[in-house]
């Protein structure tokens, strides 16, 4: 995928664009808002990353209008130290497809530019996801694996449901909360971790393979790969 | 339309309502009661004695004329001589009759004044009579025959009284305004020294004394509410000084920690140099260590949104029962697994209007602390409620140890952990935030005595626009 980092801090922008490369990415650079605005309209990318408060006099949410208004759907993730949440919204509202406050993890970040990857690529309404063997209707809410039913409350269904629209990727815990619940505050007890156990009671217990697994100092990840 | 600057505004150049211009508004006012006192009877005094003066004169005037006509001038003579003698002396009455030829017949002048010629109606004159002006009211005229009489009414015999007239009104004016200097200057000892008073805490203040307070007044003392009114400004500001103090110092201390933590392993890092799978573990806990403060900062600078009152503009409708009920589930699973029980009754549409996000985080917080204070088979139980048209009612309740009742008023502020929750998870700031969010939406947090445990009640009050019409 080819994707541009417009940030003006080198230490940071040096760290992503090495664990952007690594994870199979290609990364053009710019590190101020004249150059990213070039960039960003005179080629194409599958991912904007764009920090917010630039030198160069241009502030990456008009970068984000600008490139809205001409058009230009391209997903973009914002990064930025502002971290209130009317700061969000207007990220958010300018054009933003999803907003990441600095400092953060890696592992956040990746994750969530693949949920952005993955969404522009869907196209079809679907009604039905599946991964292995395990089958969940969007519409009557049934769960099936490997021909059995299994009973889900409507909060593990949501959670089930978002695993599998993000299948074989990493998802951290601020986006189970953020998504799945729409809380935007950090838990100080480890709830969505028992949230997760008490799913995979239901999905993977007495079967051979283990769906739901946890990735370490990450989060977690729906997948059928061995 | 513009605004106009204050400064173009017309300016009022009022004297300074000071003890100074006090005391002399004092003396001039009771001047001036004086002077209205004084004018009149001054006034009707003089015009009533002149009136009554110029009748004499011309009823005189008409009586001796009379007499010359009916019985000749011998005889006007003896009655000027009779009535008059022939010295002016201490007689109020001045009669002088004297021949065609200028020679006196009968009266008590020795001669003509100058100035007086032909005839002439009562008038106020000045004459000269033994080389010394004296003034009078004079009539004179001249009789067929020749004859020329002068009568005149010597003003000053009620000099006298006139003086004492004059003499009391400046004594009476005299004693007015010394009492009024002493009253004004009374008055001006007295509010300068209510005035030093408060120039004197406010000084001992500004020298960093903040306990200070103004001395308690009388009651029914002028400066009673302005007192009230500054010391309990006073309260608030040391109150306000004393929290940010603290919160500085707790800041302080509770950043020091993870930040020495830190730096002590990245230290023990470069001197050891561990094997690879070590140096990774350590890492990792540096990253813990880093997440920490920044769980701090984030709070802090939560709770520091929360209370510009910015998020009050971002409010919305909000279902109050569904939005319990939905932080009821969230963390229904970690009381399962701590095998207490977590029951939520819920009471109906509640609706209102608020911040959603910040609500569910309060709420959130209050649980969070029960399950971290509840015993194992504890119980929390959640309620919604409606009070009245408009207040609604939280309550989370649990069966922990509680709170003892001199801790609750302080258990609110930011970083204050009580001794026993020490050694417990968290920085000291959810239920400073739970706070916060109450006043955000105009309401309150109380922590009650759920015997045993803590009963946290969260009211929340209900704009009128927001209540659903019955109909």
Redesign the interface.
Known sequence: MKLLLVEDNERVSRFVIKGLSEAGHTVDHADNGRDGMYHAVSATYDAIIMDRLLPGGIDGLVIVETLRKSGNRVPILILSAL????DR?RGLKSGGDDYLIK?F?FGELLARLDALLRRSQEKSVETSLSLGGLTIDLLTHKVMRDGRQLALQP?EFKLLEYLLRHANQVVTRTMLLENV?D?????????ID??IS?LRQKIDAGFPTQLLRTVR?AGYMLSDHA | MPKLPIRLLPRLSLPGFSARTLAIGYVAVSLIVLAMFAGPLWFSWSTNVEQVRTELLQSDTHRLHQLYLRNGPEALAAAINAQTGTSYQGVGKLMLLIGPDGKKLAGNLDEWPVNVHGNSQPCAKRIMIDGQYQNVELTNGVLPGGYKLLIASSLNRFENLEAIFIYGLLGCAATVLMVAILGALLIRRVMLSKVDGISQTTTAIIAGKLSQRLPAPSQGDDLEMLTYTVNGMLDQIEHLVHSVQDVSNSIAHDLRTPLTELRTRLEELTVTRPPEAETYAEIDAAINDVDRVMAIFNALLRLAEIDSGTRRGGFVPVDLARLTAEVAEFYLPVAELNEISLTFEPLGMLQTEGDPLLLAQALGNLVENALKYAPAHGRIAITAQRCNEQLIQLTVADNGPGVPEHERARVVERFYRSDSSRGTPGVGLGLALVSSVARLHCGTLELQDNRPGLRAVLYLSVPRHATPSLA
């Open positions: 971290d209130g949440v009317d919204i400092p993890a909060r619940w809380y935007h505050f950090d838990p100080q007890t480890n709830v028992v949230h008490k100092s």
